[in-house]
């Protein structure tokens, strides 16, 4: 997947994961790309900006994230994650 020269901005998830993006995939191999973007003044419980979480059992490598000329500022989150919240297992 990718994402590119976008603006997610200004977006609040009041009881929820990924203020601005979510992305939960199980699926053997994902790759995601954010290019030429911004993320910014999201809100979420976690990832104020982005939440990611990949679930694969047994963990199957790749699972790919990249991030290029993108900024990721002034998000919050109620717990963890205030730009970015990354989970695979």
Known sequence: MTISDTKITNNTVDEGNGGG???FT???TFALVIKDSYI???SASKG???YFEFQKTPVSPPYLSYLYNTSIQYNSADTLGGG???QGY
């Open 48 to 50: 104020g900006g982005a």
């Open 26 to 28: 199980s699926l053997n």
């Open 21 to 23: 993006l979510a992305i």
């Open 84 to 86: 970015i919240f990354y």
């Open 40 to 42: 910014e003044s999201n």
